[in-house]
Every structure is written in structure tokens, then in C-alpha cells.
């Protein structure tokens, strides 16, 4: 597969992309002619998109098709499927080509002075990121990845908030129908354990000063298997869960965001208080005993809960019960470990 950083989607791809959105065949001569563009041009550009993961069958006298069809992110359909309140709290809604990755784009406007609220997707990632320098693998269609920048009085209250982002997560896949959709602590939205999205926070400000969060989700909706094959655990995408019926990128989005934005606001003032016992309902390694990695070293423990601020309290026999901050900390099965 081309390397994200290698290649500039943009918007021919995305214009070819919206004529073979509908599934169908379309001519090469078709496109070229709709496009104002040669023949070769589509090949290239069909090219291009397949290697970004896209499976795109090509048959002679038939012309170009999406093997999965699926919709381009916009602005207009987001907004008329939010609900009233999260209508209210939105500020704005980017749709874009291609950025670095949505949370450094939000973090940058943030700096610029973006407001709360302000939403920004993109068809495709160059750099995504995970945490600790980890990296964020997405294809134009086969993924949802947004962030949302949201303003918060103080610091201390933070370390709760990618749980909390977690809980509105779930309860929109959950009301789209993904019943078995749960969460792994700190970050990760998972599906038979096994990772289906993830939670990205980036924070700036001053310690005792006004904060901007940019939280930022990645979701699978259909990972081409060259991609997930670079992936170092197991993962799981919409189309499996969902048997290829997986809801539309723009609902799916509304419906993220009509749990998210009111979830934040209720957030600035309680933090993670009324959220505790629905993230700890959700997650798929309560009671189990798990290895916490940090660097080089590791604890074992039986997940006994978490914390009023998102800690995860594990009991380690003879040591008690102790607590842990998501930091530089990863959760695994006993005996699983990527690095
Ligand atoms: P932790 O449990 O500490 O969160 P993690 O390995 O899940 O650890 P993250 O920062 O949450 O780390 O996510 C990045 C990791 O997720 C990558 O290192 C890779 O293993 C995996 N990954 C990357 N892209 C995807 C994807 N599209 N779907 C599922 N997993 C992915």
C-alpha cells in the first residue's frame, strides 16, 4: 500500500470517488468526458485509489466500479441529521480532502483561535496518530476520523475525559444497532475484543488556565485487508459486525456527534461523575486479569473498576488494590503484548 505520506489525495480522487459513490459501473470514456479529463487520467486516479486500499473492480466494455460502495463526508448531511442540542453546541463543520491527521489540524486552528465546538473530518489521513507516537491507519471511505475541539476551565479535571468521550462513542454504535460494541481502557472502542476505533486527546493551555482539547476517533467502516494486515493486534471494522449493511458516514457521524457535543458540556461541569458506572458496564475486562505494560515493565492485576477520575484500580493480590493513570500505560490479556 502507498504510504500515507507519499501521496496527496485530492479532489479528483474525491470527485471520482463521488461518481462511482452509487456502486454501478461507470465507462472509463464516461468519467473522462464528466470530468473533463483523459482516460489515462482515470486510470491513474482509479490506480491511486486502490493503492490507498479502495477496492475498485475495473472490467473491459464496463468500465469502473467501488466493490463497496459508500459516502463522501458532508457538511450539509451531518447537519441536518443532528439532533437540536448538539446542533446548538456545534460551531462548525470542516469536511476535508486530506489532512496530516484531524487532531493536528484542529490543535493548529485551535491556536488560531477556533471556537468550541468546531469539527473537522477528513477523506483520508496522511499521518494519523495513536497515542505515544503510535500511528493511526485510515483509507478514504473505509473510516470515520474527526476530531472536535472543546474548551475546558481547568487541567485537573481531564484525566477522565477520554472514558467519558468513550461512553458517547458506544451509545451511538449502540443506537446504530452494534450492541457488543465496548471499550478497553484508557482509549480504544473495541468489538469482541478486538479494536474497532480509537480516542486520540491533545491538550494545551496553562496548568491553571482555560484548556483546548481536541479529541479526536478514528473508526473502522471497511479496512482493506492490505491495511489491516499492518496492523500489530486484532481489529475489527462496521462491515463485519454490521455483515456489509454498515450505516452511513454522515449518520454515523451525527449520531457520534448528537451524543458527543451534549456529553462534553455535561462534562465541563461534572466531570465523569453519572458516567462511571456506564463506562465500567462497557468495559469488556472488568473482573479479568490483565497485564499493564510501561515500558519495559509490567503488573498483573484483576480489573476491579475505575476511579472518580478515570484511573484504572487494579487488584495485585498481596500489594492491595492500586491505581493507575493512563500516561505511558497499555492494557493486555494476560500474554498478549505488541510492544
Ligand atoms: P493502548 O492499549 O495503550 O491504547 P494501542 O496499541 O491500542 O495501545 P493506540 O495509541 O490506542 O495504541 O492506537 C495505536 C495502535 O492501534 C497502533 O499501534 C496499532 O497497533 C493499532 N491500529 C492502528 N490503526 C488501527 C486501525 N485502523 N484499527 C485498529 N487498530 C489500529
Redo the contacts with the bound molecule.
Keep these: 500500500m502507498k504510504s500515507g505520506a507519499s501521496f496527496c489525495f485530492n479532489a479528483n480522487h474525491k470527485t471520482l470517488l463521488r461518481h462511482l459513490g452509487d456502486g454501478r459501473f461507470h465507462s472509463g470514456e464516461q468519467l473522462a468526458k464528466t470530468m473533463a479529463v483523459t482516460r489515462s487520467a482515470i486510470w491513474a486516479l482509479a490506480h491511486d485509489l486502490r493503492a490507498l486500499g479502495l477496492e475498485i473492480n475495473a472490467l473491459p466494455r464496463k468500465g469502473y466500479r467501488l466493490a463497496h460502495r459508500f459516502d463522501l463526508l458532508d457538511a450539509d448531511q451531518v447537519r441536518a441529521a443532528l439532533q437540536a442540542d448538539a446542533l446548538t453546541l456545534l460551531s462548525a463543520i470542516e469536511c476535508h480532502d486530506a489532512l496530516d491527521s484531524t487532531n493536528t489540524y484542529l490543535a493548529a486552528s485551535a491556536r488560531a483561535g477556533a471556537a468550541t465546538g468546531t469539527v473537522a473530518t477528513a477523506e483520508f489521513q496522511r499521518a494519523?496518530?495513536?497515542?505515544?507516537g503510535?500511528?493511526?491507519?485510515?483509507s478514504p471511505g473505509g473510516?470515520l476520523c474527526f476530531s472536535v475541539l472543546w474548551h475546558f476551565a481547568d487541567h485537573a479535571a481531564l484525566s477522565g475525559l477520554s472514558l467519558a468521550v468513550g461512553v458517547a462513542i458506544i451509545r451511538a454504535l449502540r443506537g446504530l444497532g452494534v450492541t457488543d460494541a465496548g471499550l478497553?481502557?484508557?482509549?480504544?472502542i473495541i468489538w469482541r475484543r478486538?479494536?474497532?476505533?480509537?480516542?486520540?486527546l491533545d491538550v494545551s493551555g496553562e496548568v491553571h488556565g482555560r484548556q483546548a482539547c481536541v479529541i479526536g476517533i478514528?473508526l473502522?467502516l471497511q479496512?482493506a485487508q492490505a491495511?489491516?494486515h499492518?496492523?500489530?493486534?486484532?481489529?475489527?471494522?462496521l462491515a463485519e459486525i454490521t455483515g456489509g449493511a454498515q450505516p452511513d458516514r454522515n449518520r454515523l457521524l451525527a449520531a457520534a456527534l448528537n451524543e458527543l457535543l451534549p456529553l462534553l458540556c455535561g462534562y465541563g461541569v461534572s466531570g465523569l461523575q453519572g458516567l462511571r458506572d456506564e463506562w465500567q458496564a462497557y468495559h469488556h475486562y472488568h473482573g479479568e486479569t490483565v497485564q499493564l505494560?510501561q515500558g519495559d515493565r509490567s503488573i498483573s492485576g484483576r480489573v476491579a473498576g475505575i476511579s472518580a477520575d478515570g484511573l484504572l484500580i487494579l487488584d495485585c493480590g498481596a500489594d492491595g488494590q492500586r491505581h493507575f493513570a493512563?500516561g505511558e500505560?497499555?492494557?493486555?490479556m494476560n500474554g498478549q503484548h505488541?510492544g
Excluded: C
Design positions: 494519523g496518530r495513536g497515542r505515544m503510535r500511528s493511526w491507519l485510515s473510516s478497553k481502557w484508557p482509549n480504544d478486538r479494536k474497532l476505533g480509537g480516542i486520540l478514528g473502522n479496512m491495511q489491516g499492518e496492523i500489530d493486534q486484532p481489529w475489527a471494522d505494560y493512563s500505560v497499555s492494557l493486555r505488541d
